[in-house]
């Protein structure tokens, strides 16, 4: 499923070409969505906006670099924790998006999970897509789990975690969803629990 971060990221390159009167409109139709959004999920309306404007700043940065470097890295943002993924070039690639990152105001943590590998494709991508969809479909059809609280990516059939989770029972349930899914390689989670006091 698509997060705020990625719904209005189009949005942000399409002003940025030019397109300032249809990003306008296309933006507060993407705001009004993230508010409606928010109201389902764990964390706050206030928080989902700031989130998917930081989701914004961070896709601006990356494309302003190097448009290898916005093509290659995803961010996912959840109450000011960023999560990077992808599959870059060079070393210097998976320093600099992190760089970039700790730039915006209102970032608070940056979990860089961008790895250096020049020689993944479109295929392997396409894969790890598959993958995703999967995980999804489980996940929303499981009356245990609450899914919109979870943002996943998969890299190279690493499967990455963002969230938060009701419970430790709940977390876990996730976990053993995805593990059923082929293709599979690892969890890397960073979910944190409702009551966690770093919230």
């Known amino acids: 499923m698509r997060k705020p971060s990625q719904i209005l990221a189009p949005m942000a390159l399409i002003a940025l070409m030019g397109g300032s009167l249809t990003g306008c409109v296309e933006t507060i139709v993407g705001g009004a969505a993230t508010v409606g959004l928010a109201a389902a999920q764990e964390r706050s309306v206030g928080d989902a906006v700031d989130d998917s404007l930081i989701g914004v700043q961070i896709n601006s940065l990356l494309l302003d670099e190097n448009i290898d470097l916005f093509a290659q890295v995803s961010s996912?943002?959840?109450?000011?924790?960023?999560?990077?993924?992808?599959?870059?070039?060079?070393?210097?690639?998976?320093?600099?998006?992190?760089?970039?990152?700790?730039?915006?105001?209102?970032?608070?943590?940056?979990i860089n999970e961008i790895e250096v590998n020049p020689d993944f494709t479109l295929l392997d991508s396409a894969k790890d897509t598959w993958i995703t969809t999967k995980i999804r479909a489980r996940l929303l059809t499981d009356p245990d789990v609450v899914?919109?609280?979870?943002?996943i990516e998969t890299v190279n059939g690493v499967v990455y975690l963002l969230g938060i989770?009701?419970?430790?029972?709940?977390?876990?349930?996730?976990t053993?969803?995805?593990?059923?899914?082929?293709?599979?390689?690892?969890?890397?989670?960073?979910v944190v629990l409702k009551n966690d006091p770093r919230r």
Do not use: C, M, P
């Open 76 to 110: 996912e943002v959840h109450e000011g924790r960023v999560l990077l993924t992808g599959a870059v070039d060079t070393a210097e690639f998976r320093v600099k998006a992190a760089r970039l990152v700790w730039s915006i105001e209102g970032v608070q943590e940056v």
């Open 147 to 151: 899914d919109i609280n979870y943002t």
């Open 165 to 174: 989770a009701q419970s430790d029972a709940e977390l876990k349930r996730t």
């Open 176 to 190: 053993w969803q995805i593990q059923q899914v082929s293709g599979v390689v690892r969890i890397v989670s960073h």
